[in-house]
Structures are given as structure tokens and as C-alpha cells.
DNA sequence: TGCGATATATCGGTGAGCGGTATATAACGG
DNA sequence: CCGTTATATACCGCTCACCGATATATCGCA
């Protein structure tokens, strides 16, 4: 999983919106350092609705605009839960080495 | 950047040695959770020297075999510690969700 | 003598991410 | 009244990292 995705998940894992509403939250989710274009949007939502990581809960008319609510499933929730050790697991396997400080390029506060 | 490329990174940041040899830390860096083949590795090795990320050493023949040392660069280095924070905050992104526990899965002790 | 480990190299397929483009409507400003 | 911006979804094709497969060569062990 790469980090569009990623945060995404994030996004829909804290309330069931929207393919448009998650890509904004999910963009300030991660202090505006990726972004998420049409491209990686639609495409993502379809594959992960394909692998059953989230669901569509609703759709939704709002003046004139379809709207496509997607939920984050019990499998989605553990599989995001797996993902995070993974990235915390990656992180705790370089706390050995004496690395630069590259806290304020990867945008940290 | 992918896990099979951080963590070849992370073993090279760890000293200067062989392919083969930053391989078979690499994997033992992400306790067996990732696995780095033949393919992966040397077009990895070739795209990180390419991009300056690692730099060839010197070249040995240790019992008629060609080995061939790669070691961190000036600029991978701080791309690598860039990374790391970048990790970290994806990881951090999280914190504030209730997800299942799933350290289990991730192999984490 | 034959298998597994060491060590490097190349080729081709797969799939995620992404840019570009298209469509449609509402709100806002000039 | 018209152009721009924001909202919202959809599709196409490209790139690139990863990976399996394959190839070559040597050494140690059974």
C-alpha cells in the first residue's frame, strides 16, 4: 500500500463520507504533503471496494451531484490496523542507526 | 519508496558491504517479513546508484566470486533519514483512531 | 554427483499511482 | 451574462518499482 492510499483509509476510517470529501481529509491528514488527484482517487476507491477493504454505505443526490459514501469494512479497519504496525515497525528498525535530522524536509513539527 | 528498497538502504546505512550480503540484512532488519529477490535487488542497486543514493565501493573477487561493495552516499543518507520521518508521521497520522490491535501480524514483539 | 548457498545479471509481467482529460452543476465575481 | 473556481465522478494510458524466472559460476556438504 502506498501513502495515497494509505491515508485515504485514514480519512474513511474516522467517519463514512464521500470519494471527494475523503481525498480533502485525507490531504490535510497528512499536512497537505501528498495530494490526491481524480486519477488516484477513483481508482483507488474501485480497487479497494474490488478487495473488499471498504464498501459503498450510500449514494446521495445533493443539488444535482451524485454522491458515493464509502465505509471502511471490519476487514479494511484490521488491514489498516496491520498497515500501521508495519510503517511504526519500519520506522523502530532504523532507531539504531545515527541518521541526519531530516525533521523539518519530511514537514514534522 | 518501497519496503525491499528502505531496507537495503537501511543495511547499507548500517556499513559498507555486497549486495548479496545487504540483502540477506535487509531481510533480517524487517525480522523475515520481507524477502528480497534476485530481480529486486540488483535493479534496486542499479536504480540507487543511478540516482546517487549509494555509490559502488570497490569490487572484490573472494574465491572466484565477484562481489561488489555498495555503500551510502552523502545524499542517501539524508534521503534515507527523510524517509524515516516520513514513516514516522504516516504511523503518527493514526494515533488518534481506535483500530484493532493487529501488532501480532506485523511481527512486532 | 548433485543439491544448496553464495553472488551477480537480465528479461518480462504485474499492478499501483498518477497526469491528463471529460462531464456536470453551483456559486461567485466582473 | 459569462468566465472562473469548487465540487464530484469517471476513464485512459503511461511510468516505475517489484518480482518471478532464468542464466552463469563457484564452493561446501552429503
Redesign the pocket.
Known sequence: ?????YFLLLALAEETQ????AA?RAEALSDGR?R?????????LD?LVEAGTIAVDREET???????YYRLTDDGRLELATEVARLQAAAAAASHLDLPAAATEAGLA
Chains 1, 2 share one sequence.
Open positions: 500500500m502506498r501513502e495515497p492510499t464521500h470519494g471527494y470529501a480533502k501528498i490526491i488527484t481524480a486519477g488516484t482517487l477513483y481508482g483507488a480497487r445533493v443539488k444535482g451531484r451524485k454522491r458515493r
